[in-house]
């Protein structure tokens, strides 16, 4: 039985992968590069520290990284956030999981201003036992760091009754290498077959999915992935 849920939060529970890869193409147009934002969306869920590495080199990103990583922030927020919107049901969710007695943390590596008016955009305050910010980790997704800092969250829990949700390969990789289980949704565009292939359990449509067939994967009782040795 699935006893606390870790969350990924863009492209989870708000539509908003579009939205980053324009604004971390707006942002690299500013120094040169000229990718498609077709192309970055794939890199969403990834932090700037794994993102930038495929598009510039070391010698860049040693004198343009930490202010590109703030430029791409301040545009993100002024002129994509406004546009996001949660997916449907997802307070309805997280209230659901609450009254059953769930522990929930969102386990993001967004910033810490991101991260903040997320939480005001979801309304899910109320239900969460923690968050996880970029602050919380040297390194993230698809390194199982983010995920570290939510189980600190939760103190002692059974790793076989917790669940990572999340849209991306990246969450299903990151949540593999500490052994734990993640259900895959489809909101963030990623084909089944490659979520699969990340190592998700089970692939729903979203969180109002989710909710529709709440017993189905709160009461699972699938095979855990094996802890790493």
């Not at 390969?169 to 259900?183: M, N, P, S």
Request: proline letters at 4%.
């Amino acid at each position: 039985m699935v006893s606390a849920v870790l969350f990924d939060i863009d492209g989870t529970l708000v539509d908003s992968v579009d939205l980053h890869a324009e604004a971390w193409r707006e942002a690299m147009l500013r120094y040169g590069k000229d990718v498609p934002a077709e192309k970055l969306r794939w890199d969403i869920g990834k932090g700037a520290d794994q993102l930038l590495p495929s598009y510039f080199s070391e010698e860049e990103l040693s004198r343009i990284e930490e202010e590109l990583t703030r430029q791409r922030s301040d545009l993100y927020m002024e002129k994509y956030f406004p546009q996001v919107r949660p997916f449907p049901a997802v307070k309805a969710l997280f209230a659901r999981l609450k009254a059953d007695g769930k522990r929930i943390v969102l386990a993001s590596s967004a910033n810490e201003k991101e991260l903040k008016a997320l939480l005001d955009l979801t309304g899910v305050k109320e239900f969460v036992e923690g968050t996880t910010s970029s602050d919380d980790a040297e390194k993230s997704k698809p390194h199982p760091d983010i995920f570290e800092a939510a189980l600190d969250k939760l103190g002692g829990v059974d790793l076989r009754e917790v669940v990572v949700i999340g849209d991306t390969a990246h969450d299903a990789e990151a949540a593999g290498k500490l052994g734990l289980r993640t259900i895959g949704v489809r909101t963030g565009g990623w084909s089944d077959e490659r979520l699969l292939e990340a190592g998700c359990a089970v692939i729903y449509d979203g969180p109002e999915d989710l909710l529709a067939n709440y017993e189905a994967w709160t009461l699972s009782v699938e095979e855990r992935i094996s802890q790493p040795t």
